[in-house]
């Protein structure tokens, strides 16, 4: 009985495999088709899997809906996908709808709901969160002004290879003072990315 049931889930485990190799290959196939234009084909791809729960194709999806790629342009379906995508833990879905409420794009400006993605997205390594971060809390826009912590997302940032983020830091560090620059130094030390599903407060919305 005991050999039946490991051959079972032997099975199980095989088929998922496949399964997902499929995803990722189809999704490959969307992606190269978006990449060249063909919208038509990239749409037939990604929409399915998307409905499957594929985060990577819910991300492709919104920018599709929020460009007019292919589709009808529509910022509340974009919100959608993208909001599908975050609450899976996609960094790169919770950049978007950070950026959304954080700027007002097709919704009522939220500063609030938008940092909260954006540090979601950020705690996981995306560079473009990090960058955004940074700009927020060295111009006060959106947030009370932080240099410190301005300086610690540009550097985290920095250290990812975003191209403006070294300049946005220089700015920074002009303004601080030595022991402001300190402190930063001692967050950017301590700071450790935190993989999808581990992050805290995650009532999302």
């Given at each position: 009985m005991r050999r039946a049931l490991h051959r079972c889930l032997a099975c199980v485990f095989v088929i998922s495999l496949s399964s997902l190799a499929s995803v990722v290959s189809d999704l490959d196939t969307g992606k190269r088709a978006y990449e060249q234009g063909d919208y038509k084909t990239a749409l037939g791809?990604?929409?399915?899997?998307?409905?499957?729960?594929?985060?990577?194709?819910?991300?492709?999806?919104?920018?599709?809906?929020?460009?007019?790629?292919?589709?009808?342009?529509?910022l509340a379906e974009a919100l959608k996908w993208y909001k599908a995508a975050a609450n899976q833990d996609n960094a790169e879905g919770q950049?978007?709808?950070?950026?959304?409420?954080?700027?007002?794009?097709?919704?009522s400006r939220d500063p609030v709901e938008g940092l909260k993605w954006l540090e979601r997205s950020a705690n996981q390594g995306q560079s473009d969160s990090q960058v955004l971060l940074g700009m927020v809390y060295l111009t006060g826009n959106g947030a009370a002004r932080d240099l410190v912590r301005a300086n610690m997302w540009l550097v985290l940032a920095s250290e990812r290879g975003d191209p403006l983020a070294p300049k946005l830091l220089v700015d920074a560090q002009r303004q601080?003072?030595?022991?402001?620059?300190?402190?930063?130094?001692?967050?950017?030390?301590?700071?450790?990315?935190?993989p999808s599903g581990a992050q805290n407060g995650r009532e999302h919305k």
């Open positions: 791809i990604v929409a399915p899997l998307a409905g499957q729960g594929s985060a990577d194709a819910q991300v492709l999806l919104a920018t599709m809906y929020f460009k007019g790629h292919g589709v009808q342009k529509d950049f978007y709808v950070g950026s959304i409420y954080l700027m007002g794009i097709g919704v601080m003072t030595a022991e402001q620059i300190t402190r930063a130094k001692t967050l950017v030390a301590a700071w450790k990315p935190q």
